[in-house]
């Protein structure tokens, strides 16, 4: 117990009974939820008696072998893992009891999504097949239902009201996707859960044999409503539940995580113990400090402060920029600065709100040499959507790219692979000049209708374009029909419409088409996958969304687009509880941070189309604005990107005057 702190050591001796564990950032909770487990073992609970539910099993098996380590015998009896594995295992031993065969399969998305599919054709709610796109809201929607245990006519006035009056037959198809799923034995990760709570509630099972007499959950701030019936469920019999969580770190709204479940804990288990684990073993005095005060802004919160172990450490630093190019520009020579005075580049990370903020950075780093990796998903112009919208300009640009063509008529409705190689080799023909000539031919020699034809001839229309200007016929492109087409089927439109538009805003900044396809293409391959995939990269600086960067940490943290609008994002303004999801995940963006922590704006770029000033994040504002004593400021007095002297890496911040505050 000599390794644990008090606090530390008063969850791992917690008697019997209820136990809500507030565990800030890099406060041990791992550490701690495993040495209670080591206890509890130690007293003679049986291995198999124990439930431990994580939200990866990486994590379980993490805390598994630990216990290992440790000498603990018989911990491969521990029932633990995620919900979904462990809710499986039970339905394999037990589902018979409520007509489950154990030797049922377990969906994907797209098989999900085809059954979905069959199931709409079935039922005929609409006046043709659904679209891809459709389906996926339909599933969408079903998982939602679940997932907070509502009504559909809740999620139906939230999400889309224009279905609500069709909600009988959307009530229908789910109905049909069901008996689907069932005659062909097959259930998705939603019905795993869906069926562990009806063991539960039908007392036939759902629990080891004898009942769990311990139940312990991580990461609690995480789960949905589904999720929290189960745990209330499992842990009724035996009275003895333990969570563990922080209420500040919930982030994950968009899929389905409820904080109300964590914030409202006490008031549904009335006699549970409330512990806090506030001493931080990862930040300097100053980076907790400026965390503690922002996340006090957050109405709904249980309140802690989290406390260093050693010195204060250095102010973080905040660098308001002239616009993108001038951020990207400073912090990729930040980086390069550091790199060359010994920091490891695996120890440096760029975190953002949005995957396309990353756009300019990732040429700054590219013309700098510096590697990076990206933990945010595909780079920005190798996403499927950004790719199907380049396809437009690449044979707009070179009437003879098939390729490109066929990409794009593929995602029209009705049009398969054979309607587009056909359409293709004539639109692309040597005797076109032009992409809206060669359609126009494809719709005088091939025998197209109906729908195809229609396409078809809308992208003839929209391709007949005057000029070279992308800023007068590109974004109308992908707020009307080109927007549609990329994101017809596709998750999360909102993220990938706002990402459409960052590439509105990208071509704008170029002179001429040329320019605009061939940047494109060098910041896919030459800055992107060459720089992040290369064998020969053994270590490399971090970019990586917030959402991404959660549980992981750095020595060196760079907070980029903390303008008004981007972050938060500009909806959140008119929501409250979105207000304070994203105050969370800038919580969780600056307790990343070890030792240094630098936050940087744009104080001019485009938001909603239209370039202009940018303000500083309310964020921000709420800690004093930039005169806060809460960093240092940085005021940039020479734009990064212009000629250097000689061996700029020799000196530290060039170009730049410190206003020390504090």
């Given at each position: 117990m000599s390794e644990l702190n008090p606090q530390q050591q008063a969850v791992v001796h917690t008697g019997g009974g209820v136990c809500l564990v507030l565990a800030g950032a890099g406060t041990g909770k791992t550490r701690t939820l495993t040495r209670r487990l080591q206890r509890l073992l130690g007293l003679g609970v049986p291995p198999e008696r124990i439930c431990l539910l994580t939200f990866t099993n990486r994590a379980a098996a993490t805390m598994v072998e630990r216990l290992e380590g440790y000498g603990v015998e018989g911990v491969e009896r521990l029932w633990a893992g995620t919900f979904?594995?462990?809710?499986?295992?039970?339905?394999?031993?037990q589902g018979h009891r409520i007509g489950v065969e154990p030797h049922f399969s377990i969906l994907d998305q797209s098989d999900a999504l085809e059954l979905m599919s069959k199931a709409a054709v079935q039922v005929g709610v609409w006046e043709r097949k659904p679209g891809t796109k459709r389906v996926q809201q339909l599933l969408d929607l079903y998982s939602a239902c679940l997932q907070r245990a509502c009504h559909l006519e809740t999620i139906l006035q939230e999400r889309h009201p224009l279905w609500f009056s069709r909600r009988d037959g959307v009530r229908a198809i789910f109905g049909a996707y069901m008996a689907r799923k069932q005659a062909?034995?097959?259930?998705?990760?939603?019905?795993?859960?869906?069926?562990?709570?009806?063991?539960?509630?039908?007392?036939?099972?759902?629990?080891?044999?004898?009942?769990?007499?311990?139940?312990l959950v991580d990461e609690y701030q995480d789960i949905n409503r589904l999720q929290g019936q189960i745990v209330e469920l499992l842990a009724a019999p035996c009275g003895n539940l333990t969570v563990v969580g922080d209420d500040a770190q919930s982030i994950y709204g968009f899929r389905g995580a409820n904080p109300e479940e964590i914030l409202n804990f006490e008031q549904r288990f009335a006699r549970c113990r409330v512990l806090k684990l506030e001493q931080n073993y990862r930040s300097t005095g100053h980076i907790l400090s400026l965390a503690n005060a922002s996340i006090a802004h957050n109405a709904h919160r249980h309140p802690k402060t989290l406390q260093g172990q050693g010195p204060k450490g250095d102010l973080p630093t905040l660098v308001p920029c002239k616009d993108e190019r001038q951020q990207a520009a400073f912090v990729a020579q930040r980086i390069a600065e550091l790199v060359a005075q010994g920091t490891?580049?695996?120890?440096?990370?760029?975190?953002?709100?949005?995957?396309?903020?990353?756009?300019?950075?990732?040429?700054?780093?590219?013309?700098?040499?510096?590697?990076?990796?990206?933990?945010?998903?595909?780079?920005?112009?190798?996403?499927a959507h950004i790719k199907d919208a380049l396809?437009?300009?690449?044979?707009?640009?070179?009437?003879?790219?098939?390729?490109?063509?066929?990409?794009?008529?593929?995602?029209?409705?009705?049009v398969g692979a054979r309607t587009a190689e056909r359409i293709a080799q004539v639109a692309c023909a040597a005797n076109h000049a032009d992409l809206a000539t060669g359609l126009r031919a494809a719709l005088t020699a091939l025998a197209l209708k109906g729908r195809v034809r229609a396409g078809v001839a809308q992208?003839?229309?929209?391709?007949?374009?005057?000029?070279?200007?992308?800023?007068?016929?590109?974004?109308?492109?992908?707020?009307?029909?080109?927007?549609?087409?990329?994101?017809?089927?596709?998750?999360?439109?909102?993220?990938?419409?706002?990402?459409?538009?960052?590439?509105?805003?990208?071509?704008?900044?170029?002179?001429?088409?040329?320019?605009?396809?061939?940047?494109?293409?060098l910041l896919t391959s030459e800055r992107g996958r060459i720089l992040v995939h290369s064998e020969q990269v053994q270590s490399c600086v971090t970019l990586s969304t917030i959402h991404k960067s959660k549980g992981l940490e750095w020595d060196v943290v760079f907070v980029?687009?903390?303008a008004q609008g981007r972050f938060p994002l500009a909806r959140a303004a008119e929501d409250a509880a979105e207000l304070?999801?994203?105050?969370?995940?800038?919580?969780v963006a600056v307790?990343?941070?070890?030792?240094?922590?630098?936050?940087t704006f744009p104080r001019r770029g485009r938001l909603e189309g239209r370039m202009g000033g940018l303000g500083p994040s309310v964020f921000l504002k709420e800690l004093g604005g930039l005169q806060a004593p809460w960093w240092t400021r940085l005021q940039l007095v020479q734009d990064p990107s212009e000629p250097k002297p000689a061996k700029p890496l020799q000196m530290s911040l060039l170009g730049l005057v410190a206003e020390s505050k504090g």
């Open positions: 979904h594995c462990v809710a499986a295992q039970l339905l394999r031993e062909l034995r097959v259930m998705d990760f939603d019905d795993l859960l869906l069926g562990w709570r009806q063991l539960l509630q039908s007392g036939q099972g759902g629990t080891c044999p004898g009942g769990f007499e311990h139940v490891d580049p695996a120890e440096i990370a760029v975190l953002y709100r949005a995957h396309w903020h990353s756009n300019a950075l990732q040429q700054a780093l590219g013309d700098l040499n510096v590697a990076f990796s990206l933990h945010s998903g595909l780079p920005f112009f190798e996403r396809s437009w300009l690449k044979a707009m640009h070179n009437p003879r790219d098939a390729v490109a063509l066929r990409r794009l008529l593929l995602r029209m409705d009705g992208l003839a229309l929209a391709s007949a374009q005057p000029g070279d200007d992308k800023a007068a016929w590109l974004r109308p492109a992908l707020e009307g029909w080109l927007g549609q087409l990329c994101l017809e089927g596709r998750e999360d439109p909102e993220r990938r419409f706002a990402e459409l538009m960052a590439l509105a805003d990208f071509a704008h900044d170029a002179d001429n088409l040329t320019e605009l396809l061939t940047d494109a293409a980029i687009g903390l304070e999801e994203e105050r969370r995940l800038f919580h307790t990343r941070a070890r030792h240094s922590l630098t936050l």
